[in-house]
Nanobody, 125 residues
Framework: QVQLVESGGGLVQAGGSLRVACAASGRTPSNAVMGWFRQAPGKEREFVAAITWSSGGTYYGNSMQGRFTISRDNAKNTVYLQMISLKPEDTAVYYC??????????????????WGQGTQVTVSS
């Protein structure tokens, strides 16, 4: 089981940028996928982005690509989510997740077995 710890959340004004990070510890399988979900108050968890640990292939949720960029640093066992042009509707708790790539990308939270504790991102208008 991979342990995940997020950092970097905070308060930012609309139009600003923020980068959140996720440090992974424990054994990372060769077909590991790391990613991010978010959950706003009163809303369901929403898939943000994912990246394969070995090749760095990426996958984004609807409306995320272009403003959000996921990346990883294998040497540091860390995944990043760079967010630009932030909007108030991006306000949410952002969760780092870990899972396994099984022939296709997944946006289903149930397909990710490891979850971080979450980091709050608040975008003020």
């Amino acid at each position: 089981q991979v342990q995940l710890v997020e950092s970097g959340g905070g308060l930012v004004q609309a139009g600003g940028s923020l980068r959140v990070a996720c440090a992974a510890s424990g054994r990372t399988p060769s077909n590991a996928v790391m990613g991010w979900f978010r959950q706003a108050p009163g809303k369901e968890r929403e898939f943000v982005a994912a990246i394969t640990w070995s090749s760095g292939g990426t996958y984004y949720g609807n409306s995320m690509q272009g403003r959000f960029t996921i990346s990883r640093d294998n040497a540091k066992n860390t995944v990043y989510l760079q967010m630009i042009s932030l909007k108030p509707e991006d306000t949410a708790v952002y969760y780092c997740v870990g899972g396994r790539y099984r022939s296709q990308w997944s946006r289903n939270p149930a397909d990710f077995g490891s979850w971080g504790q979450g980091t709050q991102v608040t975008v003020s208008s």
